[in-house]
């Protein structure tokens, strides 16, 4: 019988092992996490630019996307009208495997502030935005002594989308930016990557992402 070459076999064994983790990785990738960076100061301070955040995937298997939700999603309408760089060939790869965390382009991260059926109206007489009549208290959030918004808005949410808006204010061009664009400014739910479950890089950063306590008042869902 002939003797199997030791070399040959190491290499047959190396290359199976390889190939079979880069399959799991592309199908976590796909169906559990992923990774992001942050490409702007929109959601400061609660995440800042060049944060790593992990989208998880399974939350919605399960539920809906809810307030307070920090989400990553496809770009729906040239909301990113600035130009960027395409990644390079061992980039692209890097990231569609997952063992590089992706560069942002064509996706965005925001909070989740209304959902299918909510009537959302920038503000009250208190300077609040509320959701179905009941104000939200954003301190938790937002930096302070900021406006929850300096532009007025009264919208009802169609069925299937989101309103969303950047945690800093001021610098976000978020739903409010795009009330007289195609689709009004709302994300279609099916835009939705995952949910910003947490910071995971630098080190100093690391944190979990949690819905505010605002969103969990009594009356505010229907």
Known sequence: ??????LLSLLVEMSTVTVLALVIT???RLFVAE?????????????????????EKISYMHRDVDRGDII???????????????????????EFVGILPRSGEGHLVKRVIGIGGDRVICCDRAGRITVNGIPLDEREYL?????????????QVPAGHLWV??????????SRAHM?????????VENVVGRACCVIWPSDRMTMLRPPETFKKPGLKK
């Open 1 to 6: 019988m002939k003797q199997r070459n030791p």
């Open 26 to 28: 592309v199908v976590l």
């Open 35 to 55: 990774a992001f960076y942050v490409p702007s100061e929109s959601m400061y301070d609660t995440l800042t630019t060049n944060d790593r955040i992990l989208a």
């Open 72 to 94: 990553v999603f496809k770009d729906p309408g040239n909301w990113l009208n600035e130009e960027q760089a395409e990644p390079g060939p061992f980039r692209s790869l890097g």
């Open 143 to 155: 930096l302070q002594d900021a406006k929850p918004s300096l532009m007025p808005f009264n919208v």
């Open 165 to 174: 808006m950047g945690d800093n204010r001021a610098e976000s061009a978020d």
């Open 180 to 188: 007289g664009g195609p689709g009004g400014g709302f994300v279609p």
